[in-house]
């Protein structure tokens, strides 16, 4: 809507709309008329919304007291557009036991493990099965959401606007264990593509485990002091002298040949080569912090926090008063376990011991 007979404009890609050119409206355009202007050039995969500014002149609009005429610019008026330039997605590709993708994936995953008694957790880039799982997401940038994804040129079943993902197998008869690269092409819905690599390792190897006569495990209160009886659930492990090898995700990582330990509370003595009873505790996968790693003479110093002696236990009503055991296994990155078990000290349960401060374990990444 104007008022007056604007005959010039003005563009500009900034509401300054200071010296760009001041061009004529084309002769006999009435009250429109189409202009190809070039938007200042955008980058990179997000989606951007630049903003065009304009200005319509009547250079004769005002007559000045002076009996002058002068210029008589319109407000500025502006319009925003959209455009996407790319697929802005985070890609992962890797191990199918990591919560996030069990959460994605189920029993897939455990079906594919071929009656394997491995961790639920894990180093995101590693495997101990001849799959891997494939993740595509959105992030904020990508306002046209993900059409399709492919993994290796295997089309990904499991699609929905913002996330795309599926268990994948190697595409190799008989792989062998070591690095895998995965090519990975994603579509969004208006037609956007992206082509990227990710690398994974295959690592079937259990972490080897020695124990030694020098090999501890010290159960810690939370002032840190070493203790034999609890009245809290939560306690923290001081592991010291632990001797851990592995091939695989250890030959990458040699600082920290492990990713984690497997811990499992038992309200039985057990013994550490019994390995049928061991089988039935509930163990629990939890992460060590690399920044507690210490090594010595080839041997490991490394602390748990946050274990809770009831992690596992189904018979904790009349827990007051018992004395309790736990067992502890080596995890590797694709969450193979060692064969070898370490035992911790007994610890006894006090009487006032609080059945509700049970907790799950915190694994913390
Ligand atoms: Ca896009
Ligand atoms: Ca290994």
Redesign the pocket.
């Known amino acids: 809507m104007t008022n007056g007979q604007p005959n010039e404009y003005q563009l500009a890609n900034t509401a300054a709309l200071g010296t760009e050119p001041i061009i004529a409206i084309p002769e006999g355009s009435g009250t429109s008329f189409n202009i190809n202007w070039l938007l200042d050039q955008p980058f990179g995969e997000e989606c951007q919304t630049p903003t065009v500014y304009a200005r319509l002149i009547d250079t004769d609009g005002r007559i000045t007291p002076e009996g002058n005429a002068e210029p008589l610019p319109s407000d500025i008026l502006r319009d925003t557009i959209t455009i996407d330039m790319g697929v802005d997605a985070n890609i992962v590709v890797g191990n199918p036991f990591v919560p996030s993708a069990q959460a994605a994936l189920g029993n897939v995953a455990q079906l594919q493990d071929f009656g394997g008694d491995g961790a639920t957790n894990g180093d995101p880039n590693y495997t101990r099965t001849p799959f891997f799982y494939g993740e595509v997401t959105a992030r904020q940038g990508e306002c046209s959401n993900l059409a399709s994804a492919s993994f290796n040129n295997i089309e990904a079943a499991n699609v929905s606007a913002r996330k795309i993902y599926d268990l994948v197998p190697i595409p190799v008869l008989n792989p062998s264990d070591g690095p895998y690269t995965v090519t990975v092409q994603v579509s969004d819905s208006v037609d956007n593509d992206l082509t990227a690599q990710r690398v994974f390792y295959l690592?079937?190897?259990?972490?080897v485990l020695t124990p030694l006569v020098t090999s501890t495990v010290t159960i810690l209160n939370d002032q840190d002091q070493p203790i034999s009886s609890t009245n809290t659930a939560r306690v923290h492990l001081l592991f010291e002298n632990m001797a851990i090898t592995?091939?695989?995700?250890?030959d990458t990582n040699p600082d920290k040949p492990f990713w984690g330990v497997w811990v499992a509370n038992s309200i039985q003595q057990l013994a550490i080569t019994d390995t049928e009873q061991l089988a039935l505790l509930d163990w629990q996968a939890m992460e060590i912090d690399a920044s507690t790693v210490t090594r010595s003479n080839g041997l490991y110093n490394f602390r748990l926090s946050d274990w809770s002696v009831f992690a596992g236990l189904t018979d904790i009503v009349n827990a007051g008063g018992r004395t309790q055991y736990m067992y502890v296994k080596a995890i590797?990155?694709?969450g193979?376990v060692s064969f070898a078990t370490v035992g911790g000290p007994p610890i006894t349960l006090s009487n006032d011991i609080k059945p509700f401060s049970i907790y799950l374990p915190r694994s913390v990444r």
């Open positions: 690592d079937r190897a259990q972490p592995d091939q695989g995700y250890g590797d990155g694709a193979n």
